[in-house]
């Protein structure tokens, strides 16, 4: 069975660098064919989709994120992270991460896994 478990902090201030894990049991991340993504949703906003590493370790970030978005993997702790600097109060939302067996970006219905998802806050 695969499961997804994010964590994180909860509360960030705004300029400072977002870092969250996704855990990852039941499968390795470096298993092919698997995306392994993040997605994020605001309240009361539309699900976004963030960016992914691939089982490959290469990654395809959000063309409007990119500038401070980073993702990585630790295959040794089966576990893949978000790096989001400067954040600002817009970044405030549920963070999601995600598996899914093909690239498919913003069509969520294919996603296979997904976490609990976290609630992050960008505030002073």
């Known amino acids: 069975q695969v499961q997804l478990q994010e964590s994180g902090p909860g509360l960030v201030k705004p300029s400072q660098t977002l870092l969250l894990n996704c855990s990852v049991s039941g499968v390795s991340i470096t298993t092919d064919i698997y995306y392994w993504n993040w997605v994020r949703q605001p309240a009361e906003k539309r699900t976004e989709w963030i960016g992914y590493?691939?089982?490959?370790?290469?990654?395809y970030l959000s063309p409007s994120l990119k500038s401070r978005l980073s993702i990585s993997r630790d295959t040794s702790k089966n576990q893949f992270t978000l790096q989001l600097s400067s954040v600002i109060p817009e970044d405030t939302a549920v963070y999601y991460c995600a598996g899914s067996r093909s690239p498919v970006g913003t069509d969520f219905s294919e996603y296979e896994y997904w976490g609990q998802g976290t609630q992050v806050t960008v505030s002073s």
């Open positions: 590493i691939a089982y490959t370790g290469s990654t």
